[in-house]
Every structure is written in C-alpha cells, then in structure tokens.
C-alpha cells in the first residue's frame, strides 16, 4: 500500500516568511510524528500526536513552530517568521497505534526546507 | 568491514563482504532499539528492531546485536550489495514514550 507522503518536496522561502508543511500518513496509522533533520545528523524529535491532540509537542524549539492535525488524519507543520537556522529536512513518521514500546514509525520521504 | 565507536562515521566494504555497523546508545532505560537505513534524498526506512529482552535477532540479510551491558547495539549485514549503500541510523526508545532518539549515523559505501 501507499507509504507516507509529504509535500511539497523541497520548499525554498525567505527569511521572515511563513510556511505549511504537509504529512498524509499510512492509512489507518492513529500516531503521526514530526522530526527535523539536519545535515548530517540524525532525525530529532519535534511532535507527536495520538488522534487529533499533539500527546508531545516537547521538541517543538520555539513558539514559532506548530502543528495540527484537525481530523486525525492529515498534519500540518506550520513555522512562523522563518529563519535560516530552521533550514532543514522535515521528516513525518506514521505508526499504527502508537504503543508505548514497540510500535514501528514509517517514514515519508521528508520536505526539505531552504530559508535564504 | 566493521565500523567502530561513535566517531567513525564511514564504513567501505567490497561487495560480497559482511559488515558490521556499530553503535552505542546513551539510555541505560532504552527497550526499544531500531536501525534505519537511509539514502539520498529519501527518509529512513525500517530495517530491523530488536527488544531489551532479547539480545540477537535476525531479518533477511541482517542481525541485529544488543549488549545491554555496554549499551551496545550491532547491525551486521551478509553479503553487501551495491544497494546497501546508504547511511545507516540506530535509534533507541524509552519505556512510555513515543519519540525515537536517533544516533548519528554511519555512511556505508559499497565497492565493486
């Protein structure tokens, strides 16, 4: 079946701009999961979300950053006031039920973002 | 080939070889750990995950080693192919959480 989606695929802005970000997980997946990965680094954790509530917005770095996910399905990562040290690629991961041991998080290809 | 400690970010393995890709996770409380294989322009793709009680696990082509006394974890892949050029993550999870903290990641390139 269709994997995790994300779109747009690269986005470039400007500096003080906003942008939206958007995740359609795996179809039937209740947990959806936002990371940023910076080159070469690993993924780091910025929200995770149960349904319709964000259950851990912990990595979120500022007030700049927010997500929805308003029908439990599709996300939107939503960045304020872009700087150039948000440049990045924005990983979204799905999981089926979200237990809170060994549930298996499937990636999407990731949105790379380029704030000049 | 083999790729040792946290500061040694590149393995080169001749195809058809074994190689075994090393690293140390940092929570003693960790039970969850998974490797994840990522290349180019692509997100990471699940490769193989393993429990805290357990110490061996294997896949098709991939072991996955964990030595909780040393907080070490193992990926040993069989015969490498070209396509397993990539850079490989492990990650670990805690108990009640949902976040996966991810290492650092170590580049395989395969030489024909």
């Known amino acids: 079946g269709a994997g995790v989606s994300q779109t747009p695929s690269n986005k470039v802005t400007e500096k003080g701009k906003y942008v939206e970000l958007r995740c359609d997980p795996i179809?039937?997946?209740?947990?959806l999961y936002w990371y940023r990965q910076s080159l070469g680094q690993g993924p780091e954790f910025l929200i995770y979300f149960q349904g319709t509530g964000a259950a851990d917005d912990s990595g979120l770095p500022n007030d700049r950053f927010f997500a929805v996910r308003p029908e439990g399905s599709v996300s939107t990562l939503k960045i304020q006031r872009t700087e150039r040290g948000d440049s990045a690629v924005y990983l979204c991961?799905?999981?089926?039920?979200?237990?809170?041991?060994?549930?298996?998080?499937?990636f999407g290809p990731g949105t790379r973002l380029t704030v000049l | 080939g083999e790729s040792v400690g946290l500061h040694l970010p590149t393995l080169s393995v001749q195809e058809g070889d074994n190689s075994i890709i090393n690293c140390a996770y940092s929570n003693s409380a960790s039970d969850y750990f998974i490797w994840y294989k990522q290349e180019s322009g692509k997100g990471p793709q699940f490769i193989i995950d393993?429990?805290?009680?357990?110490d061996k696990r294997q896949g098709q082509r991939v072991t996955v080693l964990l030595n909780k006394t040393v907080k070490h974890l193992s990926l040993q892949i069989a015969a490498t192919q070209p396509g397993d050029s990539a850079v490989y993550f492990c990650a670990e999870k805690i108990p009640n959480d949902y976040k996966l903290s991810f290492g650092a990641g170590t580049t395989v390139t395969v030489r024909a």
């Open positions: 991961a799905s999981s089926l039920v979200a237990s809170a041991s060994t549930d298996t998080q499937y």
């Open positions: 179809s039937g997946h209740t947990a």
């Open positions: 393993i429990r805290s009680n357990m």
